[in-house]
């Protein structure tokens, strides 16, 4: 297909509005839409919240509030395949037809198989001309967690980590306050924020009793776009096969959703009464005792498109070396710690460098004084 | 003072000559020369190699071989205060009288105590205009080595090192081909011939048997703007307190000079008669038995301007923690080798993050696949 400069032009206005989405769509995918009539923009909109209206409903909203214009006849840029089913909301196809859109042009088809097409045959079945596939990659690249678990029934697996210069996260003794620095850690706020959940160790939680929410206070910018009760609160996993927490523990003071993960084989201690908003489950270990991490994602893989681990040498390591890694986002701080200090990442042993795994650089920058790298990891 | 427009030009086109000795002149500076008239270069050049004729002497032979313009009344800018004595070539602040100059603009006073402010005096005993300090810093920056021996009688101290991500060096069982890609490789070539000598530890030696020469084919485009026999071959410096190293080793192939150094409360072994390039010399140990560095570089002050630290862990890892580094090049690679991989650097058991070494970011690029980190870690 050849598309016009206008075409391109729309559709990439829509994929940024989409991207407005980011802190706040979770489970849905982040969708962006514009409408428009002989060159002219009517309507735009995007999916703000789940629940909420959808992109293409705010979009037609706008383009019909002036009565000398409205939707209909109008082109509309969308840029996930509009959905064909009822669920919080009415379908959008159906929206696109009874306002008698012309053509409907869609980046990217739906994975969901609830949808996959079928948005598309509604709208060719009333007639609209739909053209699919403009700037597909971008507008895929938008929603990576929902489109893996669409098509997977796994989610996208993010591990965060930070060290010093020479792979350190800490000196021998511990101390780690800090190795990076304030604008690194507010940025680490924001990455937890775009994911549906984040999980951690227990070693981890009882060595630094973190909390594991986003800190309103702490986004910057993103404070100023996103109310509190706007953004999405993960919710906190913690890996803990030997069920060590307790409920003293600072994690549980936080009323956001808390996942508390054991193995199965493991007799469970129900003296604890948790509140409600922590929930338990159990799963299959491994071989070492630990939670086995094909279960715990597709577990995790039921509602949730993303994953963000925050977690120490260990787990983050076996993530990766199992392959259940699809991207790294490491902090690096201007600093050096020497061999006495702690490892940034437990691997295997390797015993030749063809072994190690594969890494891309998606994306470097600065974060304040130290280096953000965004690395696909996807073997 | 006020300097013109063309003040700056012409001194900014001085200090883009002198860079382009940085990999032949050791152990002398780098100095670039500009001559003009009514705004018009008349001549230019800069210092080549050490023995043959100064930057001031390639200008003004330039500016003279037009027999209708010629270098009296003229303006010379040098990035380095002329030089007032013979050695082996005439003072060039006599030449500089010689051709009736009308005024020079210096750019920085030469730290050597045999020169420092006599060639400036020489030229306004002359009856010459000298303005000094235009484009100071820059100028200063293309000589750190020069410049701190001058001041100090030690050289500028490089340590070279490269590393995963994660800090390590080699897997568990040494294997570390490749960690850095093919052109990192290449730029420590360019780093190599840059310094004047070549620290190594005799581990290093022993474990790698490398020849740790400049080759000429791997330079790159450097290879096409000098000639093999222009490039400075660095001194190569080997540590090695108990006298371990022996004839066959790689290093010794190669004619060009080699130090080795070993402690001086080392009954010496004179049975190894070695070749004419390889000098032995005896320095104080510490209480390690180790070299002392403080003696090392020292004696190494007495002859070299910048010494590159190419070695292990740990004696790098001493360089930076005694505080004799000036600048640390590090080469890092996108890979992740894992905990049980070789460390980067042993520096002491901090307690504290207060303890652990300044560092500041003074220049970061790609080198291929590979981070170039120039790192400043004067403290």
């Known amino acids: 297909m050849n598309w016009s400069v206008e075409d391109i032009e729309m559709m990439s206005r829509a994929i940024k509005l989409a991207r407005q989405g980011l802190y706040t769509t979770q489970p849905n995918p982040c969708v962006g839409c514009v409408v428009t009539k002989d060159g002219q923009i009517l309507g735009e909109g995007f999916h703000i919240k789940a629940g909420g209206p959808h992109a293409e409903v705010h ?17 509309a840029y969308v840029t996930l395949e509009p959905c064909s089913h009822y669920g919080r909301t009415p ?18 088809e739906d994975p969901n198989p ?4 079928r948005g598309i045959a509604m709208l060719r079945d009333a007639g609209i001309q739909v053209d699919v596939g403009l700037l597909q990659d971008e507008a895929y690249k938008i929603n990576p967690g929902f489109m893996k678990r669409m098509e997977t029934g796994l989610p996208w697996v993010t591990v ?4 010093s210069l020479d792979g350190k996260t800490a000196l021998a003794n511990g101390a780690s306050k800090w190795i990076t620095g304030p604008e690194a850690r507010r940025d680490v706020q924001r990455l937890r924020a775009r994911h549906c959940a984040l999980v951690t160790g227990v070693e981890t939680i009882l060595a630094d009793n973190p909390s594991l929410n986003v800190r309103h206070s702490e986004l910057g910018s993103l404070a100023d776009r996103h109310s509190e009760s706007d953004l999405h609160q993960p919710l906190r996993v913690v890996l803990d096969s030997r069920a060590r927490v307790t409920s003293d523990l600072a994690l549980f003071a936080i009323e956001s959703p808390i996942l508390l993960v054991s193995c199965d084989d ?42 963000l681990i925050e977690a120490g040498a260990t787990l983050a390591g076996s ?16 600093k050096m710690l020497g061999s006495s200090g702690r490892n940034l990442i437990t691997l295997p042993e390797y015993t030749a460098m063809s072994q190690i795994p594969a890494i891309k650089l998606v994306d470097e920058r600065k974060v304040g004084a130290d280096t953000r790298l965004t690395l696909d990891i996807r073997s």
């Open 114 to 117: 609830q949808v996959c097409g």
């Open 160 to 163: 965060k980590l930070a060290s």
């Open 266 to 307: 493991y007799p469970a201690i129900e003296q604890q009464s948790w509140p409600s908003h922590v929930k338990q489950v159990k799963l299959n270990c491994d071989e070492s005792g630990r939670v086995d991490l094909n279960e715990l994602f597709k577990y995790l893989g039921k509602q949730c498109n993303s994953v």
């Open 59 to 75: 979009a037609l909203a706008m383009a019909n509030s002036d009565s000398n214009l409205g939707a209909k006849g109008a082109t």
């Open 91 to 108: 379908p959008c196809a159906e929206a696109l037809i009874h306002n008698k859109l012309a053509r409907v042009v869609v980046a990217v």
């Open 319 to 334: 993530v990766i070396a199992k392959g259940h890694g699809d991207e790294l986002v490491l902090y690096q701080a201007l």
